[in-house]
């Protein structure tokens, strides 16, 4: 195979391309210098044609396109054949992707390793100059271009006609106006609108039921008596209103606790001592109940720890402490917990007295 | 004292054999024999101390004061005599009932090694029966919450419905801090959810109801004994046999954390390697 | 009329013919054919992000044939027993048909989002090493700020996608972006509610989520991207110093067809890797999240790794808040800071990077030199700097999953990592720096003194010496005439010279032919300068 160690600079003379005595390679490196390359080093890997090293390379080569067609032609079999509807338990529709993933995976492997190999391997060496002629264009040109925009300008004439100038700004912005209309008005919602803004109140609002305390119930709607959560124990709870538990009511889910008798005293006390009146006699006995959404970024915080009645929140780790109306200890969280004020009905279930005293959710600029 | 002192001996002599790697506790029959000795001196020295509760409770059936004398040796030191507990080092039992036995020494984290964050699971120290002969006499103490006899996971040919409820009921109840993948997770300070992929139905059970540690009770107003079965059922057939469909490896389930170390563990190393391979030199 | 002769082995030519009469395509077809490429392997981290987004691409257009973006409830009636009879969104109904219906779905989706993982991975590893070689300096500015703006824009395309499912964990997610958006001052709530429809999470989220991850972001970036290789490809890729190499050049091999074959090569390799990891790693198991219910969360809630950074600044911000008292109050949230704040900082600050430095350095030339790392140390520094700064942040992202499989403290996690975010940036600059200065010195003791040959001599005065290998030529004493440094790769061992045969055959170290250079001290034959600059 030809080795050219060929001292070609810039500035060599052209090859007339229409010789006929001229190899293909020949009209080749005339194409390159046209485009300034140079073809420093290009030399094949192997001694000789047919050399036992090139026959071995070509052979991995080959091997590497088989292995990918077989493996590929194994996931269309795979694929066709093998089992895949979701079965419970320890089956063989569990390693319906595995199989898919290694056969189509390694087989594709295979083939780009083949394409590479015989790049690598196969091919000459070669190493190439290129000059970059990265130059900016000439003081003149920049000139011409400058001066053809300009005239573009004076063409138009705005500058001279000042009353044009005043009527593109009067006529065209409304325009713009208008294109984006459609899409800001159209997005727009009122946060702060109705009776019942939404970002004040949730579903606990007796608004909601018809002017009547709303009933805490359980995620199916069934209402809650006392005795339903031990000691020690928590329940989300739901405002008992239609799709009281459904995403409609997001910021509703609250966490009802039962407290120890003594904790539930030291709760009671701290209640009873806010300084904002807020949380005053919301709980109903050894009961007290918290918005179950996070001050902080929204997240149900609802890792409850009963010995030391804290709540936990698994997105940012923010920590309140129950027995102190849900004051938070730790964390990003900046405001506590919203307490629900408890009480229960003639029938004996837990109601809501009225709404949050405090907003549920996130903390926004305008809230109160 | 009298029919069942032998009992209380053979009990005894589990109890000092308690230290011994459990291998050996279960070649009984010739140890027993070898240390009767050591039996005779403990029913001796039984004698000698105030046996004032045996005889305060003699309603106590057979089991439980096996269990008693079990209880005497290995858990009286923090969780005082009668259960009443210590000041300072362990609760009362009083009403805890057997739920509570069955997790914490069913589990290995009762008897505790030292006082820490939570009690760390364990190579439980007693064998299932004699785990049910504490529970029996932790439960006729002072009664509390028992984990019911029969199958705790529902048959879910017969009831198909039970394992869609038990993950209903998982994610409302238990993700918060098990995880939706049941893996587990931290707590404040320390402290954690364990995992759920190892827990027996009678475990997760007697969990539910006792509330270990900082666990929540769920009592069976709040989680009716149907509904705990489905979540046992749920978390048995699903969390715990069923193989992720989604391939060889499950990355723990833990979501995107592991899911991340992924890309960069195996995708980039295996690419970088390739692209170092593309361009060096042959 | 003449019957014309057909020559089918004219056609091509005839063919050609007809396309160049029409396009005028022969010439820059010929340019495109010979233009030529450096080869190093750190230039091929970029195709990675490359092939990633086309199989992005292809998987996602398969699975958008079969997903339902859609808020209305349904009870879902699949295969999955665990959920059936459950009530859920349209679209995770879809979703979990797709994973269990479809044959082959799972294994789509699977690759859809660890291709899309590599996309922002690739973009990370190959924006680093832009960075610490200094191939963003002029004139490749505008192309730096194309590539950070692609890693933003990768960035809202994850989430948007991630969203998609409406799995428990997307609706965790949304939540806490609802919870963003509502902390900027004066206009959350109003953004919130335009972008929600209303109250969170409303009834159009997912379908706007859809357009904008199927439609509106990839067109962006498919246009970025053109732009970003259109961009290379015009101004030439740089290449790092070395015989031969200028300013003014580009050496390496011709596009094709070596060059090609290597990309279509790694184009399979890389859709390979896609496919095994899809096939191996369970990603995404939404039939465990359940639908996303308001009132359930999960243990280890965590975004993907590439949004991971901001939810872990989130973390680590301490509770401060800004009351603002007049009338009935108004309040900055802390979230308001790391979250919308840092993450525009973050992605601003690097866009300004390269006319910072080279105002700094009053650097006006132009480069297509590649800098080794170490001989701008400064820039070492602030790239470490701000590495060390991301990955803490990213860690804190995690912090509970660390928390609870290493058996610390989870709260102790959260204050290493606010001590860390402050301590450790500054560390990794002045470490860094250091070791910059001190592998630059290295290189210049060796080009002045030569190699350590490990020879210890014993001088007639009993001074023990060791004999040093100059790498050039010596003077009349035998002392070697320090060499100027050529901003490459400086040969410290023998082996490198020639003296033994490199320890690694082939993989990492390409096995080179040893130089014939005499090997004695005493001798200390000129070298050729080029053996300086020798290796890859």
Sequence with gaps: MTAVHHAGEAGTPPTDVNDPHLTRFDIVKEGLRRDDIEIVTYESQFHGQNSKAEKRVVRNISLLFAIAGLLTLAFLVFYIIWPWQFELGHTMSDYYTPILGITLGLGLLA???????????????????????????????????GQTMMYVADELGVQRRPLLKGAIALGLAPVGLAAAAPLVGGLIEDPHKGDLPMMYTTGFNPEHNGGKPVRLTREDGSPIRPEDVSTGGQMTVFPGIPHGATNHWADSPTLLIHLRADDAAETRKNADADKNGRNRGSMWGNYVAYSKICTHAGCPASLYEQQTNRLLCPCHQSQFLITDNAQPVFGPATRRLPMLPLTVDEEGFFVAASDFKDTVGPDFWERP | MTSDTPARRRARVFSRRRGAPSRARRRLGAAVRMIAALALAGGVYTAFTPGAFAEDNVQLSAAALEGKSLYDTSCISCHGRDGQGVEDRGPSLIGVGSASVEFQVGTGRMPMTRQEAQAEEKKPQFNEDQTKQLGQYVQELGGGPQVPDGPLVDDIEAKPESLARGGELFRINCTSCHGFGGGGGA??????????????????????????????????????????RSIITYIQLQLQEDKDPGGLFNLGRYGPSTEGVAIFLVGIVLLVFTSLWIAGKS | MKRRKVDLADAPVTFAKGVD?????????????????????????????????IILLLTGTFLTLFFDPSMKEVAYDGSYPALRGTMMSAAFESSLNLSFEVRGGLFMRQMHHWAALLFMASIVVHMARVFFTGAFRKPREINWVIGVLLFLLGFFAGFTGYSLPDDGLSGTGLRIASAIMLTIPVIGTWLSAAVFGGEFPGEFIIGRFYIAHVLIIPGI???????????????????????????????????????????????????????????????????????????????????????MFMDGLVRLMPNWQIYIPIGNGYSIPPMFWPA?????????????????????????????????PRDNPERVGIGMMAFSFWFIATISGANDVIADKFHISLNAMTWAGRIGLVLI?????????????????????????????????????????????????????????????AGWVVPKKMNRLGALAPAVKGFFYPVEKPAEIPVSPAVGGPVKKEEIKSGR
């Excluded at chain 2, 995992?195 to 997760?204: C, G, K």
């Excluded at chain 3, 090569?265 to 859709?271: E, H, L, Q």
């Excluded at chain 3, 105002?359 to 080794?372: F, G, P, Q, T, V």
């Excluded at chain 3, 210890?456 to 100027?484: A, C, M, S, T, Y």
Aim: net charge neutral; charged share 20%.
């Design chain 1, 111 to 145: 083939l780009g390793f083949g394409i590479l190999a015989w790049a690598k391997k196969l091919l000459p060496h070669e190493l190439s100059i290129q000059q970059r002629h990265g130059d900016p264009s000439s003081d003149e040109d920049r000139l011409i271009t």
């Design chain 2, 187 to 228: 707590l404040s300070s320390g402290k954690f959810a364990p995992s759920l992929h190892d827990p027996t139905p009678d475990q997760i059970y007697a969990a539910m109801l006792s509330g270990p540690q900082n666990m929540p009770v769920f009592g069976d107003n709040q989680l009716s004994p149907d509904e705990k």
């Design chain 3, 21 to 53: 009469d029409r396009f005028q395509a022969a010439t820059p077809l010929r340019g495109l054919l010979n233009k030529v490429f450096p080869d190093h392997w750190s230039f091929l981290i970029g195709e990675i992000a490359l092939f990633s987004f």
């Design chain 3, 221 to 307: 970036l498919l246009a970025l991207i053109a732009a970003h290789l259109g961009i290379v490809f015009k101004q030439k890729h740089t290449q790092w110093p070395g015989p031969m190499r200028t300013n003014e050049n580009v050496v390496g091999e011709r596009m094709f067809p070596r060059y090609a074959m290597k990309q279509g090569g790694f184009f399979m390799a890389v859709f390979g890797v896609v496919a095994l990891m899809a096939g191996l790693f369970q990603i995404n198991p939404i039939w465990l999240f359940g639908p996303y219910r308001a009132s359930e969360v999960s243990s280890a809630s965590q975004p993907d790794f590439y949004v």
């Design chain 3, 340 to 372: 919308v704040v840092g993450l525009g900082a973050l992605f601003t600050l690097p866009m300004a990077y390269p006319w910072l430095e080279a105002r700094k350095l009053k650097d006006k030339r132009i480069h297509h030199l590649l800098e080794r």
């Design chain 3, 425 to 485: 940036p500054p560390l990794a600059y002045y470490i860094s720096v250091r070791i910059c200065l001190g592998l630059q010195q290295h290189d210049r003791q060796v080009l002045a003194h030569g190699v350590e040959t490990g020879i210890i001599k014993r001088l007639p005065n009993g001074q023990f010496v060791e004999v040093h290998q100059p790498l050039g030529p010596v003077d009349e004493h035998g002392h070697p005439i320090p060499l100027e440094y």
